[in-house]
């Protein structure tokens, strides 16, 4: 253990260069300056934008030098250099000269891995370096690791997706709400959801390259983009989903390329999928995608598809990877400390022999304990001898609902023990 400590204790940071302080640049930046326990594996060294007056941010730690020039941090020699610019040209001549010059890359362009992924890998192995893009995907959804280190195992036959998180927000919205494209369109633009021109998201462009990422990942194949067949949702009417349900089936845009013999079927566009299946259960802007393999069958992988800090998150975790490799595979876990759960809504279900004053009498007990009911449910039909009836309590200590359930428990009231069951509704951890 102490060799394997002081063996990295002698390994410096990845120098960082960030390329592009924009939705995806400003937060990795951020998520680099605000985890210290990254400190010994990445260090923010440059920060490159344009106008970079207007750009810099108190919030970032004055060891970072701020840029316009290119060249500047290009001396700087990096390590690693991540490319959240966008588009094919200047970025590409950027990811290209980084790489020549030794650095690792890790990108998020899918247009400009589309167009030219084979060439920048294979510049890649010649400089003894390498270029991650896991954002370049379905934004902080893990699936590029996913597909290359937890699926290598098996022989991939298909790989099919939501990709574009503009697209699914307009079909689920008109398969929920019976309303037109163009006014569902107009609200995704003033949510964000959408840009003023749309096409590339609802013509299939941006899946599709998407789908070519996807597709050299889980076949080490290049698709070009231009013979993916596309077709856009723009035809799709609120009729549309009125016959898709009664097939049992709603609308999405669905990016998919399967293998054929020796060759590969790809296409973007709307299909008909089953209600119930992870396709037409997909509401919103999220993301969902479904590697099927010989072996091991189908495995599907979701979340969010877009937004700085999601997709800064498969930026660092790339990162994170690139220092991985240089280091010992060993790992240490740390003794943890057990706490108890936070304050929760729980469910609570008795089964009484029914008399007046049961209500009155838990409620009495709950209030002794501070916690608040919520609602009481009661189904008619069952026997007086063995009433079912449930009480959800609003938040509250575990402790302390298990001093009032046991207090509850003593009385002679009942046909079977009380149950009661956390209510897990979705809570944001972070808050
Ligand atoms: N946003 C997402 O949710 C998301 C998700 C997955 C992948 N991506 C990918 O991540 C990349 C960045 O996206 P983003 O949303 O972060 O874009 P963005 O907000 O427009 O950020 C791009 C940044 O690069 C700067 N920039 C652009 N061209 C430049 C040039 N020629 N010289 C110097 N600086 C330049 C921009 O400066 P200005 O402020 O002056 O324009 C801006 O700060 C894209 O490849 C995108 O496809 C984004």
């Not at 393999?293 to 690139?322: H, R, W």
Request: charged share 20%.
């Amino acid at each position: 253990m102490l060799a394997l400590l002081n063996r990295r204790m002698k390994t410096k940071p990845l120098r960082v260069a960030l390329l592009g302080f924009g939705t995806v640049g400003g937060s990795v930046a951020r998520i680099l300056s605000e985890r210290p326990e990254l400190a010994d594996r990445l260090q923010l060294t440059y920060i490159f934008n344009r106008g970079i007056a207007r750009k810099r941010a108190a919030w970032v730690p004055s060891s970072v030098a701020w840029t316009e020039d290119v060249d500047e941090l290009f001396r700087s020699k990096p390590d690693a250099v991540v490319e959240v610019v966008g588009g094919i040209d200047p970025a590409g001549g950027w990811v290209r000269r980084a790489l020549q010059q030794g650095a690792a890359v890790v990108t998020a362009n899918k247009m400009l891995l589309a167009a030219h992924a084979p060439e920048l890998l294979h510049l890649a192995v010649m400089n003894h370096t390498q270029l991650r893009f896991e954002a370049a995907v379905a934004g902080g959804v893990p699936l590029i690791h996913g597909v290359r280190e937890g699926l290598a195992g098996d022989r991939l036959l298909r790989v099919a997706g939501i990709l574009n998180g503009t697209s699914n927000y307009v079909l689920s919205r008109m398969a929920s709400g019976n309303e037109p494209m163009a006014a569902v369109l107009d609200d995704a633009r003033r949510l964000g959801y959408a840009e003023a021109d749309p096409s590339a998201d609802i013509d299939g462009e941006d899946a599709g390259a998407k789908l070519v990422v996807l597709a050299g990942i889980a076949f080490r194949r290049h698709l070009r983009l231009p013979d993916i067949p596309r077709r856009s949702i723009r035809a799709i009417s609120a009729a549309d989903f009125r016959y898709a349900s009664r097939l049992g089936c709603t609308i999405r845009q669905i990016a998919m390329v399967e293998t054929k013999g020796d060759g590969f079927h790809a296409f973007v566009g709307p299909a008909l999928v089953l209600r119930g299946s992870n396709f037409g259960l997909n509401m919103g802007a999220n993301n969902v995608v479904t590697i099927a393999g010989y072996y091991g069958g189908e495995n599907s992988f979701s979340g969010a598809g877009a937004g700085g800090p999601a997709t800064a998150v498969a930026v660092v975790s790339d990162l994170l990877s690139l220092t991985e490799r240089e280091r010992d595979h060993g790992e240490e876990w740390l003794p943890a400390r057990a706490v108890p759960p936070p304050a929760r809504p729980y469910y609570l279900r008795f089964v009484v022999r029914d008399r007046p004053g049961i209500l009155a009498s838990i409620a009495a007990s709950l209030a002794h304990q501070g916690i608040n009911l919520d609602a009481v449910l009661q189904e008619p039909g069952y026997p007086k001898g063995a009433l079912p009836f449930v009480i959800t309590v609003e938040a509250c200590e575990e402790v302390a609902l298990g001093k009032a359930v046991q207090e509850i428990a003593a009385a002679d009231f009942h046909a079977e023990a009380p149950l009661a069951i956390p209510m897990l509704l979705g809570e944001d951890p972070r808050t």
